[in-house]
Structures are given as structure tokens and as C-alpha cells.
């Protein structure tokens, strides 16, 4: 299993950034995706997450209403919209996933990572 994220970089406050993950090798007929962060000294959050069957989706509160995840079946491939971003966004984003379904964002029910993008807001 592979992930591979793109799209980060550097952006004022109150832009925007969309970043990507294309997830391959999975065997699972459904699977739960998710975008975690980590800034310098700070332990790894959540941010978001979205379960494949159904495109069902969870936000931590810190990002609710600025950023929305979606995933598109026919790519495999996950993306997170950020808008109206702030400077304690700043972070390396990483995307994650699991078989099954989403439960939370809890950093220990995911098995595979990708290597994350950094996100620097100024």
C-alpha cells in the first residue's frame, strides 16, 4: 500500500491550498482515509477524515467550516480544501488510511501513511 500526497506549500493568511493523496495497492473494498498534522514541537492531530463507502466525513473542530475533505473512487484520491487559513495551520500534513470504517481521528487506528507535505501559512 502506497500514499502519496502533493499540493503543499506556502500561503498568507486567509488563502487557501488544496492538498491531494493517491492511495494504491489497497486490496480493501472500502476504507477509511484521513489527513493528520504535526507542527514543530506539537504532538500529531487529526484533522479530518472521510470513509470511502459512503463518503461520510468528520472534522476536528479546530478546521470545521474552513476546510472540507473528499475522496474521488474512480482516482483513489483524497483531497483536503483549505480555506481561510490561519497561521497555527501551519503544519506537515499526512494522509493516512485503514480498512473498514472511520472511527475518529486517533493516530493508532491508521496502518498506512504517506510522507506529508508541509503547509506554511504566514
Known amino acids: 500500500v502506497q500514499l502519496v500526497e502533493s499540493g503543499g506549500g506556502s500561503v498568507q493568511a486567509g488563502g487557501s491550498l488544496r492538498l491531494s493523496c493517491t492511495i494504491s495497492?489497497?486490496?480493501?473494498?472500502?476504507?477509511?482515509m484521513a489527513w493528520l498534522r504535526q507542527a514543530p514541537g506539537k504532538e500529531r492531530e487529526g484533522v479530518a477524515n472521510?470513509?470511502?463507502?459512503?463518503?461520510?466525513?468528520y472534522y476536528a473542530d479546530s478546521v470545521r467550516g474552513r476546510f472540507t475533505i473528499s475522496h474521488d473512487s474512480a482516482t483513489n484520491t483524497m483531497y483536503l480544501q483549505m480555506n481561510s487559513l490561519k497561521p497555527e495551520d501551519t503544519a506537515m500534513y499526512i494522509c493516512?488510511?485503514?480498512?473498514?470504517?472511520?472511527?475518529?481521528?486517533?493516530?493508532?487506528?491508521?496502518?498506512?501513511w504517506g510522507q506529508g507535505t508541509q503547509v506554511t501559512v504566514s
Open positions: 493516512a488510511a485503514r480498512p473498514g470504517s472511520c472511527y475518529g481521528l486517533v493516530e493508532g487506528y491508521f496502518g498506512f
Open positions: 495497492g489497497y486490496t480493501y473494498d472500502t476504507y477509511c
Open positions: 472521510i470513509w470511502t463507502a459512503d463518503h461520510t466525513t
